[in-house]
């Protein structure tokens, strides 16, 4: 695969991953998905965005790989994520698009 096809990989991936835990969240919700249940909300939710977090360690190297300056690592995944959480995103091209913004943006 190219570079650009794992990128879209691995950013669908991300976007699976964030479906599980936005369904896992609502598990202590009023119309909670059936398969859930109450707990899942924290024991289930923070391990998932702790994987989110570890994808990102890619687009965060090749950045640098391409000249990125000035941009720590945390700061990178804070601000991904923030952007993630306010747009509940679910889909592979949200996440390249909210990558994209925070890194052309370089955490401002």
Excluded at 46 to 54: I, S
Excluded at 76 to 87: A, E, N
Aim: hydrophobic fraction near 40%; proline fraction near 4%; charge should be negative.
């Amino acid at each position: 695969m190219t570079n650009t096809t794992m990128r879209a990989y691995r950013h669908q991936k991300i976007a699976d991953i964030l479906a599980i835990a936005w369904a896992c969240n609502d598990a202590d919700s009023d119309n909670p998905p059936k398969w859930t249940t109450p707990s899942m909300a924290g024991d289930v939710v923070t391990p998932l965005f702790k994987a989110v977090r570890g994808l990102l360690d890619a687009d965060y190297d090749d950045w640098l790989v391409a000249g990125g300056t000035n941009f720590i690592r945390s700061d990178f995944k804070d601000q991904v994520i923030d952007q993630i959480t306010d747009d509940s995103v679910q889909e592979g091209y949200n996440v390249t698009s909210i990558i994209d913004y925070v890194l052309a943006n370089e955490g401002n």
